[in-house]
Protein backbone atom coordinates (compact mmCIF):
# COMPACT_ATOMS: atom_id res chain seq x y z
CA UNK A 1 0.00 0.00 0.00
CA UNK A 2 1.25 3.59 -1.00
CA UNK A 3 1.83 5.60 2.01
CA UNK A 4 -0.23 8.53 2.08
CA UNK A 5 1.00 12.21 2.69
CA UNK A 6 -0.64 14.93 4.20
CA UNK A 7 0.54 18.37 2.69
CA UNK A 8 -1.35 21.33 4.53
CA UNK A 9 -0.86 25.21 3.36
CA UNK A 10 -0.48 23.67 -0.41
CA UNK A 11 -1.21 26.63 -1.97
CA UNK A 12 2.08 28.44 -0.68
CA UNK A 13 5.66 28.42 -2.20
CA UNK A 14 7.10 25.06 -0.19
CA UNK A 15 3.10 23.71 -1.13
CA UNK A 16 3.64 24.06 -4.43
CA UNK A 17 6.72 22.84 -4.93
CA UNK A 18 6.00 19.44 -2.72
CA UNK A 19 3.03 19.57 -5.45
CA UNK A 20 5.29 19.59 -8.48
CA UNK A 21 7.58 16.68 -7.01
CA UNK A 22 4.76 14.50 -7.02
CA UNK A 23 5.04 11.96 -10.06
CA UNK A 24 8.64 11.85 -9.23
CA UNK A 25 7.72 9.70 -5.98
CA UNK A 26 5.10 7.15 -7.26
CA UNK A 27 5.07 5.32 -3.91
CA UNK A 28 3.65 8.36 -2.25
CA UNK A 29 -0.13 8.90 -2.23
CA UNK A 30 -0.53 12.81 -1.44
CA UNK A 31 -3.28 14.76 -0.57
CA UNK A 32 -2.29 18.62 -1.08
CA UNK A 33 -5.00 20.93 1.23
CA UNK A 34 -5.05 24.25 0.54
CA UNK A 35 -6.48 26.65 3.66
CA UNK A 36 -9.92 26.27 1.84
CA UNK A 37 -9.62 22.68 2.13
CA UNK A 38 -8.45 22.28 5.85
CA UNK A 39 -7.84 25.17 8.54
CA UNK A 40 -5.42 24.44 10.51
CA UNK A 41 -6.24 26.71 13.15
CA UNK A 42 -9.98 24.89 13.37
CA UNK A 43 -9.19 21.71 15.49
CA UNK A 44 -13.05 20.34 14.58
CA UNK A 45 -11.91 20.47 11.25
CA UNK A 46 -8.76 19.17 11.57
CA UNK A 47 -10.11 16.07 13.20
CA UNK A 48 -12.91 15.22 11.40
CA UNK A 49 -10.05 15.85 8.09
CA UNK A 50 -8.09 12.89 9.62
CA UNK A 51 -10.46 10.80 10.63
CA UNK A 52 -11.84 10.60 7.56
CA UNK A 53 -8.69 10.73 5.47
CA UNK A 54 -6.05 7.87 6.51
CA UNK A 55 -2.93 9.81 6.73
CA UNK A 56 0.70 8.48 7.23
CA UNK A 57 2.41 11.55 7.12
CA UNK A 58 1.83 15.03 7.59
CA UNK A 59 4.10 17.87 5.94
CA UNK A 60 2.94 20.83 7.48
CA UNK A 61 3.53 23.90 5.30
CA UNK A 62 0.50 26.12 6.40
CA UNK A 63 2.21 29.05 8.54
CA UNK A 64 1.28 32.53 9.14
CA UNK A 65 4.72 34.06 7.11
CA UNK A 66 4.02 37.93 7.10
CA UNK A 67 7.17 39.10 9.24
CA UNK A 68 6.73 42.69 9.30
CA UNK A 69 2.98 42.36 9.78
CA UNK A 70 2.98 40.10 12.46
CA UNK A 71 4.28 42.66 14.49
CA UNK A 72 0.89 44.81 14.24
CA UNK A 73 -1.21 41.41 14.67
CA UNK A 74 0.36 38.91 16.76
CA UNK A 75 -2.47 37.30 17.59
CA UNK A 76 -3.18 36.29 13.78
CA UNK A 77 0.17 35.03 13.66
CA UNK A 78 -0.12 32.98 16.70
CA UNK A 79 -3.71 31.84 16.00
CA UNK A 80 -2.03 29.56 12.75
CA UNK A 81 2.22 28.88 13.69
CA UNK A 82 0.44 28.03 17.69
CA UNK A 83 -2.58 27.02 17.89
CA UNK A 84 -2.88 25.79 14.33
CA UNK A 85 0.43 23.50 14.58
CA UNK A 86 -1.07 22.49 18.33
CA UNK A 87 -4.45 21.34 16.59
CA UNK A 88 -1.93 19.46 14.12
CA UNK A 89 0.32 17.69 16.92
CA UNK A 90 -2.68 16.49 19.06
CA UNK A 91 -4.27 14.95 16.30
CA UNK A 92 -1.18 13.40 14.74
CA UNK A 93 -0.30 12.09 18.47
CA UNK A 94 -4.10 10.45 18.42
CA UNK A 95 -3.76 8.93 15.18
CA UNK A 96 -0.01 7.88 14.75
CA UNK A 97 0.87 10.03 12.14
CA UNK A 98 4.43 11.60 11.68
CA UNK A 99 4.66 15.39 11.37
CA UNK A 100 6.52 17.23 9.34
CA UNK A 101 7.05 21.22 10.89
CA UNK A 102 8.83 23.17 9.09
CA UNK A 103 10.08 25.60 11.58
CA UNK A 104 12.90 29.03 10.90
CA UNK A 105 16.22 30.88 11.11
CA UNK A 106 14.42 33.43 13.44
CA UNK A 107 13.82 31.44 16.22
CA UNK A 108 17.44 32.74 16.92
CA UNK A 109 18.26 36.22 17.72
CA UNK A 110 21.48 35.95 15.55
CA UNK A 111 24.08 37.70 17.48
CA UNK A 112 26.57 34.22 17.03
CA UNK A 113 29.02 34.68 14.38
CA UNK A 114 29.18 30.81 13.86
CA UNK A 115 26.55 28.69 12.28
CA UNK A 116 23.60 27.93 14.55
CA UNK A 117 23.74 24.15 15.65
CA UNK A 118 19.70 22.93 16.99
CA UNK A 119 21.63 23.30 20.59
CA UNK A 120 22.31 26.22 20.47
CA UNK A 121 19.58 28.92 22.86
CA UNK A 122 16.95 30.20 21.02
CA UNK A 123 15.85 34.11 21.40
CA UNK A 124 13.78 35.39 18.91
CA UNK A 125 13.64 38.99 18.25
CA UNK A 126 9.88 39.35 16.62
CA UNK A 127 6.57 37.70 16.92
CA UNK A 128 6.92 35.51 13.79
CA UNK A 129 10.01 34.26 15.37
CA UNK A 130 9.00 33.80 18.61
CA UNK A 131 5.10 32.27 17.44
CA UNK A 132 6.89 29.34 15.32
CA UNK A 133 9.16 28.60 18.28
CA UNK A 134 5.90 28.35 20.72
CA UNK A 135 5.15 26.07 17.87
CA UNK A 136 7.57 24.05 17.62
CA UNK A 137 7.49 23.31 21.66
CA UNK A 138 3.59 22.09 21.06
CA UNK A 139 5.00 19.43 18.81
CA UNK A 140 7.62 18.55 20.99
CA UNK A 141 5.38 18.67 24.32
CA UNK A 142 2.55 16.13 22.02
CA UNK A 143 4.54 14.10 19.53
CA UNK A 144 6.98 11.78 19.80
CA UNK A 145 7.20 11.29 15.88
CA UNK A 146 8.02 14.48 14.16
CA UNK A 147 10.91 16.12 12.71
CA UNK A 148 11.19 19.98 13.19
CA UNK A 149 13.52 21.38 10.23
CA UNK A 150 14.33 24.80 10.67
CA UNK A 151 15.47 26.61 7.37
CA UNK A 152 16.06 29.99 5.71
CA UNK A 153 15.58 32.59 3.30
CA UNK A 154 13.38 30.06 0.88
CA UNK A 155 12.96 31.19 -2.22
CA UNK A 156 11.52 28.81 -5.38
CA UNK A 157 9.92 29.46 -8.46
CA UNK A 158 6.58 29.50 -6.91
CA UNK A 159 5.08 32.18 -4.90
CA UNK A 160 6.79 35.52 -3.21
CA UNK A 161 10.02 35.45 -2.36
CA UNK A 162 12.97 37.27 -2.84
CA UNK A 163 13.96 36.19 -5.95
CA UNK A 164 11.11 36.71 -7.52
CA UNK A 165 11.08 40.10 -6.17
CA UNK A 166 14.19 41.19 -7.23
CA UNK A 167 13.50 39.49 -11.00
CA UNK A 168 10.11 41.92 -11.03
CA UNK A 169 11.98 45.43 -9.78
CA UNK A 170 15.02 44.70 -12.38
CA UNK A 171 12.39 45.29 -15.29
CA UNK A 172 11.29 48.68 -13.48
CA UNK A 173 14.51 49.92 -12.05
CA UNK A 174 17.79 50.78 -12.94
CA UNK A 175 19.46 50.74 -9.45
CA UNK A 176 18.50 48.49 -6.61
CA UNK A 177 19.63 48.96 -2.82
CA UNK A 178 20.06 45.78 -1.10
CA UNK A 179 21.48 45.27 3.07
CA UNK A 180 24.62 43.69 3.19
CA UNK A 181 24.81 43.11 7.14
CA UNK A 182 22.50 40.29 7.59
CA UNK A 183 24.17 36.82 6.70
CA UNK A 184 22.56 33.86 6.44
CA UNK A 185 21.72 30.83 3.05
CA UNK A 186 19.60 30.89 0.79
CA UNK A 187 17.48 27.68 0.50
CA UNK A 188 15.91 26.26 -2.98
CA UNK A 189 12.57 25.02 -1.96
CA UNK A 190 12.95 22.04 -4.39
CA UNK A 191 16.47 20.88 -2.35
CA UNK A 192 14.06 21.12 1.40
CA UNK A 193 10.90 19.09 -0.61
CA UNK A 194 13.20 16.55 -1.15
CA UNK A 195 14.58 16.39 1.94
CA UNK A 196 11.37 16.12 3.24
CA UNK A 197 10.15 13.57 1.07
CA UNK A 198 13.21 11.04 1.36
CA UNK A 199 12.39 11.12 5.03
CA UNK A 200 9.43 9.63 4.69
CA UNK A 201 10.35 6.99 1.40
CA UNK A 202 12.96 5.51 3.59
CA UNK A 203 10.43 5.91 6.28
CA UNK A 204 13.38 7.42 8.70
CA UNK A 205 12.70 7.49 12.24
CA UNK A 206 15.48 9.72 13.81
CA UNK A 207 12.61 12.08 15.23
CA UNK A 208 13.82 15.71 16.53
CA UNK A 209 15.10 18.62 15.69
CA UNK A 210 16.65 19.56 12.31
CA UNK A 211 18.47 22.23 10.37
CA UNK A 212 18.27 22.59 6.57
CA UNK A 213 19.50 25.43 4.26
CA UNK A 214 21.71 25.11 1.01
CA UNK A 215 25.35 24.68 1.90
CA UNK A 216 27.44 28.27 2.09
CA UNK A 217 26.93 31.84 3.38
CA UNK A 218 25.91 35.23 1.48
CA UNK A 219 24.39 38.56 2.65
CA UNK A 220 21.28 39.30 0.79
CA UNK A 221 23.21 41.81 -1.14
CA UNK A 222 25.13 38.93 -2.32
CA UNK A 223 22.14 36.71 -2.89
CA UNK A 224 20.32 39.73 -5.63
CA UNK A 225 23.61 39.88 -7.03
CA UNK A 226 24.07 36.71 -8.04
CA UNK A 227 20.16 35.96 -9.14
CA UNK A 228 20.81 39.12 -11.87
CA UNK A 229 24.53 37.29 -12.59
CA UNK A 230 22.39 34.10 -13.07
CA UNK A 231 19.67 35.59 -14.77
CA UNK A 232 22.17 38.02 -17.38
CA UNK A 233 20.22 41.15 -16.15
CA UNK A 234 22.45 44.17 -16.05
CA UNK A 235 21.57 46.54 -12.96
CA UNK A 236 23.42 48.19 -10.65
CA UNK A 237 22.72 46.92 -7.00
CA UNK A 238 24.19 48.99 -4.28
CA UNK A 239 25.19 47.63 -0.72
CA UNK A 240 23.35 49.25 2.35
CA UNK A 241 22.99 49.14 6.03
CA UNK A 242 19.79 47.65 7.98
CA UNK A 243 19.79 50.86 9.52
CA UNK A 244 18.55 52.26 6.01
CA UNK A 245 16.36 49.74 5.52
CA UNK A 246 14.38 49.93 8.55
CA UNK A 247 11.73 47.15 8.90
CA UNK A 248 8.88 46.67 11.77
CA UNK A 249 10.92 43.33 12.34
CA UNK A 250 14.15 43.25 13.72
CA UNK A 251 16.06 40.59 11.48
CA UNK A 252 18.85 38.30 12.75
CA UNK A 253 22.20 39.67 11.60
CA UNK A 254 23.59 36.44 11.18
CA UNK A 255 21.34 33.34 11.06
CA UNK A 256 23.93 30.83 9.19
CA UNK A 257 22.69 27.49 10.02
CA UNK A 258 25.03 24.37 11.21
CA UNK A 259 23.66 21.28 8.97
CA UNK A 260 25.99 18.43 10.36
CA UNK A 261 22.81 16.76 11.95
CA UNK A 262 20.70 16.35 8.98
CA UNK A 263 23.61 15.43 7.06
CA UNK A 264 24.92 12.73 9.58
CA UNK A 265 21.32 11.15 10.16
CA UNK A 266 20.17 11.41 6.67
CA UNK A 267 23.52 10.91 4.91
CA UNK A 268 23.32 13.17 2.54
CA UNK A 269 25.30 16.06 0.91
CA UNK A 270 23.49 19.34 0.75
CA UNK A 271 23.88 21.82 -2.69
CA UNK A 272 25.75 25.17 -2.30
CA UNK A 273 22.73 27.46 -2.84
CA UNK A 274 24.42 28.71 -6.02
CA UNK A 275 24.42 25.34 -7.93
CA UNK A 276 20.55 25.55 -6.01
CA UNK A 277 20.04 29.35 -7.71
CA UNK A 278 20.99 28.32 -10.89
CA UNK A 279 18.56 25.44 -11.22
CA UNK A 280 15.76 27.97 -9.98
CA UNK A 281 16.35 30.57 -12.10
CA UNK A 282 16.30 27.55 -15.17
CA UNK A 283 13.12 26.89 -13.80
CA UNK A 284 11.50 30.22 -14.08
CA UNK A 285 9.35 31.48 -16.82
CA UNK A 286 8.06 34.44 -15.26
N1 LIG B 1 9.65 31.88 3.22
C1 LIG B 1 10.79 31.81 3.93
O1 LIG B 1 11.77 32.49 3.64
C2 LIG B 1 10.86 30.88 5.12
C3 LIG B 1 12.07 30.81 5.83
C4 LIG B 1 12.15 29.93 6.91
C5 LIG B 1 11.06 29.15 7.24
N2 LIG B 1 9.90 29.25 6.54
C6 LIG B 1 8.76 28.39 6.89
O2 LIG B 1 8.53 27.52 5.81
C7 LIG B 1 7.15 27.17 5.74
C8 LIG B 1 6.64 27.37 4.32
O3 LIG B 1 6.82 28.72 3.97
P1 LIG B 1 6.32 29.32 2.58
O4 LIG B 1 7.35 30.27 2.13
O5 LIG B 1 5.88 28.21 1.67
O6 LIG B 1 5.06 30.16 3.07
P2 LIG B 1 3.85 30.74 2.25
O7 LIG B 1 4.16 30.79 0.80
O8 LIG B 1 3.43 31.99 2.93
O9 LIG B 1 2.71 29.63 2.46
C9 LIG B 1 2.05 29.47 3.66
C10 LIG B 1 0.71 28.85 3.35
O10 LIG B 1 0.01 28.62 4.57
C11 LIG B 1 -1.35 28.84 4.33
N3 LIG B 1 -2.09 29.10 5.56
C12 LIG B 1 -2.13 30.24 6.29
N4 LIG B 1 -2.99 30.10 7.32
C13 LIG B 1 -3.49 28.83 7.23
C14 LIG B 1 -4.43 28.10 7.98
N5 LIG B 1 -5.03 28.64 9.05
N6 LIG B 1 -4.72 26.83 7.61
C15 LIG B 1 -4.14 26.29 6.53
N7 LIG B 1 -3.25 26.94 5.75
C16 LIG B 1 -2.93 28.20 6.11
C17 LIG B 1 -1.37 30.04 3.40
O11 LIG B 1 -2.59 30.06 2.72
P3 LIG B 1 -3.28 31.45 2.31
O12 LIG B 1 -2.46 31.97 1.20
O13 LIG B 1 -4.66 31.00 1.91
O14 LIG B 1 -3.26 32.32 3.53
C18 LIG B 1 -0.20 29.72 2.47
O15 LIG B 1 -0.63 29.01 1.34
C19 LIG B 1 6.47 28.01 6.80
O16 LIG B 1 6.29 27.24 7.95
C20 LIG B 1 7.47 29.12 7.10
O17 LIG B 1 7.33 29.60 8.42
C21 LIG B 1 9.78 30.10 5.47
Same mark, same amino acid.
Given at each position: MKTKVLVTGANGQLGKTLASLKTKFKNLDFIFASTLD??? *??SNQVETFFYTNKIDWCINC??? *??VDKAEKEPEKAKKVNVLGVKNLALVCANKNVALIQIST?????????VAYTEKDTTKPTGVYGTTKLEGEIEIIKKLEKYFIIRTSWLYS????NFMKTMIKLSKERKKINVVSDQIGTPTYTTDLAEIMLKIITTNNKQYGTYHYSNEGVASWYDFAKAIFEESNIDINVLPIKSEAYPTPAKRPHFSVLDKTKIKTNLKIEIPHWRVSLRKAIANNNE
Amino acid at each position: MKTKVLVTGANGQLGKTLASLKTKFKNLDFIFASTLDLDI *TKSNQVETFFYTNKIDWCINCAAY *TAVDKAEKEPEKAKKVNVLGVKNLALVCANKNVALIQISTDFVFNGEKSVAYTEKDTTKPTGVYGTTKLEGEIEIIKKLEKYFIIRTSWLYSQNGNNFMKTMIKLSKERKKINVVSDQIGTPTYTTDLAEIMLKIITTNNKQYGTYHYSNEGVASWYDFAKAIFEESNIDINVLPIKSEAYPTPAKRPHFSVLDKTKIKTNLKIEIPHWRVSLRKAIANNNE
